[in-house]
Every structure is written in C-alpha cells, then in structure tokens.
C-alpha cells in the first residue's frame, strides 16, 4: 500500500485531470496536466497541458510561471525521442501564463509523445528564453482518459 501512496504523491509520474471553467456560462474545459522535471527545468517553467478545445479539438500548451505579453508569439522548439525536434510560432493563452501551442502539435500528443520518456521544451520572445523537460510516462492513459471527458 505505500508504494501506491508514494507513486500517487511524485508528481512527476502522475498526469492530474482537471476541470476549469470557461468564459462562457456552464462552458468547462477538461485538461491532463504534467509538472515540470524540476532538475532539469528553469524555474519559470511549470509544465505541459494537453485541454479539451471546442470542435473536438484537443489543444496542448506549455505553462509558465512567469507570463509573456498576452499578444507575443514566441518560438517554441520541442524535442522528444520519438518526434525529432520541431519549431513552432505559438500564441499566447490563460493571460500569458500558458503558451497555446499551434494545432499540429496536438497530433503528437495524440501519437508519437505517448512512447516518447520526456520532452524537452524551449520558449522564447524577444531576449527571453525558458527551457524545460516534462516526463511523458502515463501520457497515452491520461490522453485517452481526457478524450473520454471531452464534450461532457
């Protein structure tokens, strides 16, 4: 029974569902997310969300502690083992606190992320650049998990 409690307590092996309101009355959204690595993270880095969007739409973004400009797009370059690195422009969401990443991305999460062990993640704007890792083990249960809670 401890090891369960342990295992339930590392949030660096757990994928937390969450429920947030929306903008509109009776409107939620359903998101897993992971916590950063912090051994391997810049402080100012939080972790990786992977939400419910309207249209079916699934929507992963990078959350920060410390916000970007609300209308700056910075350059986010992920890599992983499975997926090779890639570039993005990305938008920014939650009041700059969160990095909306472009739609394609979400093919990953969808795919090659949840065999992947980590991701590495690199945001930058303007003279600006926080960097990060997020371990993907439970990816693909907490992805299937979320897409079960879509819509609800």
Not at 85 to 92: G, I, K, Q, Y
Not at 99 to 118: H, R, Y
Not at 134 to 152: D, I, K
């Amino acid at each position: 029974m401890e090891a369960s409690s342990i295992q339930v307590a590392s949030s660096a092996s757990v994928w937390k569902f969450t429920r947030t309101q929306g903008t509109k009355e009776g409107e939620t959204f359903a998101s897993v997310m992971k916590t950063a690595d912090t051994a391997q993270s810049d402080a100012d880095f939080a972790g990786l969300i992977v939400r419910c969007a309207p249209q079916g739409k699934i929507d992963v973004l990078v959350a920060l502690i410390r916000p970007f400009p609300p209308r700056s797009h910075p350059k986010v370059t992920l890599s992983s083992a499975a997926g090779g690195t890639l570039t993005f422009e990305a938008s920014m969401a939650a009041a700059g606190a969160a990095v909306l990443l472009p739609d394609e991305v979400s093919a990953f999460a969808a795919g090659k992320w949840q065999t992947a062990p980590s991701l590495s993640v690199l945001v930058k704007e303007s003279d600006s650049e926080i960097k990060g890792v997020v371990a993907l083990n439970g990816l693909r249960e907490a992805y299937h998990s979320l897409l079960a809670n879509c819509g609800q």
